[in-house]
């Protein structure tokens, strides 16, 4: 009996080893269309915005220093709004107008502006702390005006939006005599002008010592700072407030200003990130931000002393994922969270388009197997016709029959052994034909030795 070919007996495999690569194609596709997706969301910004406060103040100079920053490392385009403070400023983190803003903390519950925000989602996320900022009444020189006085006077401070007209509602509270009082809002720039000329009686500024409108008010002698009274009852009351002093002589040693040591509050400024900022360019403002030589370029002294504890202490906001990634590089994931966040429909509809594709592949398959001649067909009639031969003989005549017999025999195993090498282990746990044929091939083998054993009796009979 001639051996089969293992090739004619698998026409859907030839078919499928000389068809294009599919497998190969999708897997192509797939990765393609993977790493396309991780650019498109982790893809930078066209231009860098910062809300930086207003003009004049430690804010602008800040986010002015932020920026040049992010030009030279990431070399974007860098746009520094003039605001008019903390609450504008997480007002367009909360609108997604700009990308980064500073803050002053407790600003929103202080001025509690409920149709400012729009959701229950926090307005914004928090990046790092940068610095102090000081509650810094002023006066004019000549004036006699304190904090605690009676009289009806004028107070006056930065736009409603800012961080120094909540620390002068703050401030208000706390002397309990705001019915006197009239707060009218001052432009940084306008401010020496409106104290020298008498039109207000005290300024309230809320920033770090390094503001230029702080030095020009007290070193060129149009004003003095005034006595927070009070101060450490201020200081307890308020979560976000800290008992400071400012040493005198710090704006100026001869003569001495402030000339004494100067108690007051403070609390730290923050930098915030909107929550739609890509996670990349929150880590790259964080690693400006812990540069020791852009503390040291902007007075970051509080920072450069406290490091990561003081950066991420009592923040308002949750803290982002691109700052704790900074902060805390043990628990950065693998996968860029921007990336996982963003493809997520996009994962749920790959999944079930490989499971749809899997399925119509294994239809398919199983469809053109069916529609062709089985693997075990041609054996299984090879195998009929054997045991239809060896119906004709009855294993009792001469030794040629007898012969006949075993080469019949001989010829089932062949058979057996060829359609079972073209069967992996899988394929004989999973298709029944293979069980039925095998199981054809014994009977039919038990058959031919049943009459080979009488035809070896008969032989047997005969010679005795």
């Not at 899997?358 to 053109?368: A, D, I, P, Q, V």
């Not at 001469?398 to 079972?420: C, K, W």
Request: with cysteine.
């Amino acid at each position: 009996m001639s051996r089969t070919n293992p090739d004619d007996a698998q026409p859907w495999r030839t078919t499928w080893k000389r068809s294009p690569p599919g497998y190969a194609i999708i897997i192509i596709v797939l990765t393609a269309s993977i790493f396309f997706a991780y650019w498109w969301t982790t893809e930078l910004p066209a231009v860098v915005r910062i809300a930086g406060g207003p003009a004049n103040g430690r804010y602008a100079a800040l986010a002015n220093g932020l920026a040049q920053e992010l030009r030279t490392r990431l070399a974007v385009e860098v746009v520094v709004t003039e605001t008019a403070g903390s609450l504008e400023n997480l007002n367009q983190l909360e609108t997604n107008q700009v990308h980064f803003g500073l803050y002053q903390p407790e600003t929103r519950e202080i001025l509690a502006e409920p149709n400012i925000f729009r959701g229950e989602e926090e307005p914004a996320a928090f990046v790092s702390n940068l610095y102090p900022e000081f509650l810094l009444p002023v006066a004019a020189n000549d004036s006699s005006a304190a904090l605690n006085r009676i009289d009806k006077r004028i107070w006056c401070c930065n736009d409603h939006l800012s961080g120094d007209f909540a620390m002068t509602q703050l401030l208000l509270r706390h002397i309990s005599d705001d019915r006197t009082i009239n707060v009218e809002h001052v432009p940084y720039a306008d401010l020496p002008e409106q104290i020298a000329d008498g039109n207000v009686d005290i300024g309230i500024i809320c920033c770090g010592l390094r503001a230029p409108v702080v030095k020009e008010l007290l070193t060129a002698s149009r004003a003095r700072l005034v006595d927070v009274p009070f101060v450490d009852a201020l200081a307890r009351r308020n979560s976000s407030l800290s008992r400071d002093v400012v040493p005198a002589g710090y704006f100026q040693i001869a003569p001495a200003i402030p000339p004494e040591d100067f108690h007051t509050v403070s609390l730290d400024a923050q930098l915030l990130a909107g929550n739609g900022t890509p996670v990349g360019l929150v880590e790259e403002v964080t690693r400006i931000v812990t540069d020791a030589r852009f503390q040291r370029r902007h007075g970051l002294n509080r920072l450069i002393e406290g490091g990561a504890t003081y950066a991420t202490q009592r923040p308002e906001f949750e803290l982002h994922a691109g700052a704790s990634h900074i902060f805390y590089p043990d628990l950065k994931p693998f996968i860029n969270p921007d990336f996982v966040e963003g493809t997520e429909g996009i994962r749920s509809f790959v999944v079930s388009l490989l499971a749809a594709v899997w399925l119509l592949h294994r239809w398919w398959t199983k469809r053109l197997i069916r529609s062709q001649e089985h693997r075990l067909d041609r054996y299984i009639r090879q195998l009929l016709e054997l045991e239809r031969q060896q119906m004709e003989v009855d294993g009792e005549g001469n030794t040629e029959e007898s012969q006949r017999l075993q080469t019949m025999l001989d010829n089932v195993t062949v058979l057996r052994q060829e359609a079972l090498s073209e069967f992996t282990s899988h394929e004989l746990n999973e298709d029944r034909a293979v069980d039925c044929f095998l199981e054809m091939c014994h009977a039919l083998s038990d058959k031919i030795n049943a009459k080979l054993t009488r035809h070896s009796l008969n032989a047997l009979r005969q010679g005795l």
